[in-house]
């Protein structure tokens, strides 16, 4: 009653926001009388103005919104006028909220708005696509606004070099992909110097199609990794003897003393695979060892799982597909190839086992940032999409960000028939068939939805027995998506399409459409989220445009076998589903939109978990990345390393200078700590003193800096700036190995009535200040053991590509000699020291 007599939220939002549209047709007639030169001259003086403080955004956002569609109706050819409602939406995204916004209604358009207004501010705007073909398309179909404004733009796509990425970057306005952002974010975070930095500090993105990128994709991390050490050569191994293990028959859940018959069980709805107690006797057979869960062999149990899950939860043409011998991922929401991208712990390489193509070594994680947590670091942040209303909730907990629904510039005139439902996927397939056969005969096109490639071309070998010409847009065609979308819309077409149908292009109907009942939308099965089925259904019926829709299902689909309830199957008893007949039923619909609700739940649980471990890691990622930007950018880096080298004495000598009367023992520990930290061989002096005092450690301290600051001259704050960036890099990356062993094992403390997530904060905290202390070591013991033979020249010293300076260590002179020199071959970490020492090489040089 509350919401009859005052509106939702929405509705007084949207009332709040009319006197500005008000404004902004009120300037109209003002602009119209500008000439071209007079538009530009107002963007150069807004311009001035933000920066000198004199006004603001939103003081200068009726007249600039004005300004930008009077510049709409002259640059584009037919012109482009932003309709009341798209002011809405450009005032929404300014203001850092979600612009729900159906497909057709123009959203390209409707961020120039906004986009126009922060680019004022001159700190730089991101626009963020789902692909490199629409970041390389709206940057230069609404670049010819913004050039014509006077704006430069940029656009970041696969392939660039650091040159090219700093330029678009450095552009008013830069369009990319969340991946290219993303990835460009950590790699600055790799540098070694300011000047090959591309990104600058992260102002205002614009995200499009917000929905796919901050929910469908932040179950999935950004990783950048380098070669591990692990052999390929096991993956295979493990592969052929996969075949000879059984999967248990399921059994009934209320079960509880079930015993499974086989040596694994699947759990489908989770993709987790258990090992039986036969299958643990059976592996071990297999692999000749005697006991799998001896801690010399826990590497083999996770590769046999990682290898059961390749054969049983990851299928070819549905997860992945095989292309020019390599596994390609495919996104299961969007349907599209991610090329480069791979999966973590070994199972990448379980599957090209599997498909018996090249098995790529593993990989260590060098770098790493969820997408919540680098779109979180926008000073602001908006987005667009035609579907984010049923994820309102996730979309405020997490980025807190409001979603505003954009009412249409024309009604919704598309009629959703209700769901057909099926008793078997051959008799559905069939029944989808006959549809498209009918639409086809009659002339009305038809866009056929599919969740995987498997599925659309299994109806597309169905249509060509019909003899029903069509066209399939899957990964495997999706370089031809916008030429086969293009289309879509004309009579007689039939376009199959797998999640990623018309991502980002409109389809516009051919003539004499709109007669024939415009675009017919057929849904082959429900998806996991109702945003995926509600994104199909948006193809059809934009701008007021005649449509249909209709999904179709079957009782042995994946969503209702797996997650239907004993309510659905219940239902379906009663209502008597016979053989090829089919129910039409609002209980039914209803009952399946449940399911979805529980599955979307299930996964946002998931992405929320995933953040409230990456937040662990967020804190300590800022805390290195500050440190890392500090050391890049500050002109002398010695203060600094004074501040390490202080920290450092304390640790060391805190033993002793707690205790009022240190017995011997504890007194040559901690000399002999510090003779090896501190080189004591270099000063005879220091031979000489049982143990220092704070102020005689500090001035061996700054004796050590003395003489890198004479022997080095010129180069002294750089090759001190070196060292310790080295050492943060190297550590670092060993932290995250750590890092993620302890992820990986946290779970198990759940069995001792601990919170793996308390535990995983408190050990993560634990190892991060041992990660700090062992860098201070680390600089320290690069300073005094340094010694500079020769004068530096600039062509040596200068950091090129890959390669990297690093220092020997001679221990077979009675001072040791450290000299700069070009990267050496990569040596093993458990190999002997190519320096003579006899040591481990982890334990010496590579330390």
Sequence with gaps: MLKFLFGSKNDRYLKKIKPLVEQVNAFEPEMQALSDADIQAKIAMWKGQVAAGEKTLDELMPECFALVREAGQRVFDPPMRHYDVQLIGGYVLHQGKIAEMKTGEG??????????????????????????YLASRDAEWMGQLYNF??????????????????????????????????????????????????????????????????????????????????????????????????????????????????????????KSITLTDAGVEKIEGLLDVDNLFDPQHIALQHHVLQALKAHHCFQNDVEYIVKDNQVVLVDEFTGRLMPGRRLSD?????????????????????????????????????????TADTEAVEFGQIYNLEVIVIPTHQTMVRIDNPDSIYKTQEQKYQAIAEDIEDCYRRGQPALVGTVSIEKSELLSRLLKKLKVPHSVLNAKQHEKEAEIVLEAGHKKKVTIATNMAGRGTDIKLGEGVCELGGLHIIGTERHESRRIDNQLRGRSGRQGDPGSSRFYL???????????????????????????????????????????????????????????YDDVMNQQREAIYSLRHDLMKAKEVEEL????????????LEPVLDMKDPDQETIDSVRARLEEVFNFERFEAWQDVELPSREQAAEWVDDIFAYLRTSTGDHYQEIMRYFMLDSLDRNWK??????????????????????????????????????????????????????????????????????????????????????????????????????????????????
């Design 734 to 847: 060993e932290h995250l190995l750590n890092m993620d062993h302890l992820r990986d094992g946290i779970g198990l403390r759940g069995y001792g009535q601990k919170d793996p997530k308390q535990e995983y904060k408190r050990e993560g905290f634990e190892l991060f200040a041992e990660l700090v202390y062992t860098i201070k070591e680390n600089v320290m013991r690069a300073f005094s053991h340094l010694r500079i033979e020769a004068e530096v020249k600039d062509e040596e010293f200068k950091h090129e590509g890959s390669e990297e300076l690093e220092y020997t260590d001679h221990e077979s002179e009675k001072d040791k000699k450290v000299t700069p020199v070009k990267k050496a071959p990569k040596v093993s970490r458990n190999a002997a020291c190519p320096c003579g020492s006899g040591k481990k090489y982890k334990k010496c040089c590579g330390s």
């Design 641 to 652: 390393a004074l501040e390490y080298s202080t920290d450092l004495v304390e640790d060391i």
């Design 149 to 270: 404004l006077g704006l430069t733009v940029g656009v970041i796509v696969h392939g660039l070099n650091d040159q090219e990425r700093q330029e678009a970057y450095n552009a008013d306005i830069t369009y990319g992909t969340n991946n290219e952002f993303g990835f460009d974010y950590l790699r600055d975070n790799m540098k070694f110097y300011k000047e090959q930095l591309v990104q600058r500090p992260l102002n205002f993105a614009i995200v499009d199609e917000v929905d796919s990128i901050l929910i469908d994709e932040a179950r999935t991390p950004l990783i950048i990794s380098g070669p591990g050490e692990k052999s390929s050569g096991l993956y295979r191994r493990i592969d052929t003897i996969i075949p000879n293990l059984i999967k248990s028959s399921p059994t009934d859940p209320e079960d509880k003393d079930a015993i499974p018959d086989g040596d694994f069980v699947l759990d489908e709805k989770t």
């Design 107 to 132: 959203k390209t358009l409707v961020a120039t708005l906004a986009v126009v207004l922060n680019a004022l501010s001159g700190k730089g705007v991101h626009v963020v696509t789902v692909n490199d």
């Design 554 to 612: 079957a009782l042995d689909d994946d969503l209702m076998r797996l997650f239907g309830s004993d309510r659905l199957q219940g239902i379906m008893e009663k209502l008597g589903l016979e053989d090829g007949m089919a129910i039409e039923n609002k209980m039914v619909s209803n009952a399946i939109e449940k399911s979805q609700t529980r599955v979307e739940g299930h996964h946002y649980e998931i992405r929320k978990q995933l953040l409230e």
């Design 346 to 386: 070994g199972l990448h390489q379980a599957i090209e086992a599997k498909e018996n193509v090249k098995v790529e070594a593993e990989n260590q994680t060098l770098a790493s940032i969820t997408f919540q947590n680098y779109f979180r670091m926008y000073d602001k942040l908006a987005g667009m999409t035609g």
